[in-house]
C-alpha cells in the first residue's frame, strides 16, 4: 500500500520523530488529504464516511482561490513504512509511526487549487462551495469560525503564526485584532 505526506517544504528525504511536535511520523493512505495538508496550514474538512471521502470546506466567498491557488507544494510517498498504529480523524484513516519513515517518490504539485479542482472534477473528493451554502449554513460557518478563533488564538496565530493569521483575516476580514 502507498502512503502520502503533503508539504511545502521541497527537500524532504525522510520523515524525522526528531522534528515531530508529538513525536510521532504521520503518514496517510488518502492521497486527497495529503494535498490538503501539504497545500495549505489552514484546514477546514470533514470527512464523509460512506463516501470515504474527504471534504474540504470553503469558508468565505472564493476562499478556495484565496487558500490555493498559485500555491506550490510536494506529495511525498513510500510503501515502507514499518510498523504503525492507525489514527482515525473524524472516519479519515492515517498512520503514525514512532520511528522515522524514508520517503521513496516526490510530486511537485505548482498549484494547489488547479490540483484540488482536478480532484474533485474525477470524483476523489468532495468540495462544499460558500456559494451553494444556504444563508443558515453560511451564519454557521461564521459564527463556527468566531468561536473557534477566539481573540486569543487570533493573536496567538498572529504572533506564532502570522502568515495563518494573514490568510485568515484575508478569507474573513471581521476576525482581524488590533
Same mark, same amino acid.
Request: proline share 4%; charged share 35%.
Given at each position: 500500500m502507498?502512503?502520502?505526506?503533503?508539504?511545502?517544504?521541497?527537500?524532504?528525504?525522510?520523515?524525522?520523530?526528531?522534528?515531530?511536535?508529538?513525536?510521532y511520523v504521520?503518514?496517510?493512505?488518502d492521497?486527497?488529504?495529503?494535498?490538503?495538508?501539504g497545500?495549505?496550514?489552514?484546514?477546514f474538512?470533514?470527512?464523509?464516511?460512506?463516501?470515504?471521502?474527504?471534504i474540504?470546506?470553503?469558508?468565505?466567498?472564493d476562499?478556495?482561490?484565496?487558500?490555493?491557488k498559485g500555491?506550490?507544494?510536494?506529495?511525498y510517498?513510500?510503501?515502507?513504512?514499518?510498523?504503525?498504529?492507525?489514527?482515525?480523524?473524524?472516519?479519515?484513516?492515517?498512520?503514525?509511526?514512532?520511528?522515522?519513515?524514508?520517503?521513496? @517518490?516526490?510530486?511537485?504539485? #505548482? $498549484?494547489a *487549487? !488547479?490540483?484540488?479542482m482536478? +480532484?474533485?472534477?474525477?470524483?476523489?473528493?468532495?468540495?462544499w462551495?460558500?456559494?451553494?451554502?444556504?444563508?443558515?449554513?453560511?451564519?454557521?460557518?461564521?459564527?463556527?469560525?468566531?468561536?473557534?478563533?477566539?481573540k486569543?488564538?487570533?493573536?496567538? @496565530?498572529k504572533?506564532?503564526? #502570522? $502568515?495563518? *493569521? !494573514?490568510?485568515?483575516?484575508? +478569507?474573513?476580514?471581521e476576525?482581524?485584532?488590533?
Open positions: 502507498k502512503y502520502y505526506h503533503g508539504s511545502p517544504n521541497g527537500n524532504l528525504t525522510e520523515l524525522t520523530v526528531e522534528k515531530s511536535n508529538d513525536g504521520y503518514l496517510t493512505p492521497y486527497s488529504a495529503a494535498v490538503m495538508y497545500a495549505c496550514s489552514l484546514r474538512w470533514n470527512f464523509h464516511v460512506e463516501k470515504k471521502k474527504l474540504i470546506r470553503e469558508i468565505a466567498k476562499g478556495f482561490k484565496t487558500m490555493y500555491v506550490p507544494f510536494y506529495i510517498s513510500t510503501d515502507d513504512i514499518g510498523e504503525f498504529e492507525e489514527s482515525d480523524v473524524k472516519g479519515r484513516k492515517a498512520v503514525r509511526m514512532k520511528h522515522d519513515v524514508k520517503l521513496k @517518490e516526490k510530486e511537485f504539485v #505548482p $498549484d *487549487y !488547479e490540483k484540488i482536478e +480532484l474533485y472534477n474525477k470524483g476523489e473528493l468532495i468540495l462551495f460558500w456559494d451553494e451554502y444556504t444563508d443558515e449554513e453560511r451564519e454557521r460557518c461564521v459564527n463556527g469560525m468566531h468561536k473557534t478563533f477566539t486569543e488564538i487570533m493573536q496567538d @496565530e504572533t506564532r503564526f #502570522p $502568515d495563518e *493569521y !494573514e490568510l485568515l483575516i484575508k +478569507l474573513r476580514p476576525m482581524k485584532i488590533d
